[in-house]
């Protein structure tokens, strides 16, 4: 098949229909979308819009020679309907931007926690092998029972052994 009859192919896609085509950077345009968030939520940015429509309205009501927006204020309007259009999906584009900086962090979590819990089993077995171990151990105090037991016991077998007096054998003392 030819170069020219796959371009009139309709399950061929073109590859572009520009030569040039502008290349963005997603992440600048997320970090970007973040800081507007971020601004669009605080108190200073509300302070600063209340102080500009205070002031536009006060202009257009007051100031005949500027009335540049008559009552209804319909270019306000307009420039607070442009601006929600262009605040919402950045506010959404950050909020998403977040879900999966939450969603990485929530897994990350998890999976410390899972590592944990074994860490943690793992610890517990040993810990219960170890108490066996020590179970099976004499201990001081049972070898100074049982070297105890054994003096004395040396003690009665002394106390009954016959004596040696000279060349014959003494059975008992009396």
């Given amino acids: 098949m030819s170069d020219g009859s796959a371009?009139?192919?309709?399950?061929?896609?073109?590859?572009?229909?520009r030569r040039f085509t502008p290349r963005f950077d997603v992440e600048a345009v997320g970090r970007v979308s973040e800081q507007l968030a971020?601004?669009?939520?605080?108190?200073?940015?509300?302070?600063?819009?209340?102080?500009?429509?205070?002031?536009?309205?006060?202009?257009?009501?007051?100031?005949?020679?500027?009335?540049?927006?008559?009552?209804?204020?319909?270019?306000l309007n307009l420039a607070f309907s442009t601006q929600?259009?262009?605040?919402?999906?950045?506010?959404?584009?950050?909020?998403?931007r977040q879900e999966n900086r939450d969603r990485v962090s929530l897994e990350e979590d998890r999976r410390r926690a899972q590592q944990t819990k074994a860490d943690t089993e793992y610890l517990a077995r040993e810990l219960a092998a170890l108490r066996i171990a020590v179970g099976?151990?004499?201990?001081?105090?049972?070898l100074r029972?049982?070297?105890?037991?054994?003096r004395e016991l040396?003690?009665?077998?002394?106390?009954?052994?016959?004596?040696k007096r000279g060349k014959g054998i003494v059975t008992t003392d009396e």
């Fill in 145 to 150: 029972r049982e070297l105890e037991d054994l």
């Fill in 7 to 17: 371009r009139q192919r309709l399950d061929t896609p073109r590859t572009s229909r």
């Fill in 136 to 142: 099976e151990v004499a201990t001081r105090d049972y």
């Fill in 84 to 96: 929600a259009a262009y605040a919402a999906p950045l506010i959404l584009l950050a909020q998403n």
């Fill in 38 to 75: 971020r601004f669009l939520g605080t108190g200073r940015y509300l302070a600063i819009q209340t102080i500009f429509v205070i002031i536009w309205i006060l202009l257009n009501l007051f100031a005949v020679g500027y009335e540049w927006d008559p009552y209804p204020f319909i270019l």
């Fill in 154 to 163: 040396l003690t009665d077998l002394q106390a009954t052994k016959p004596k």
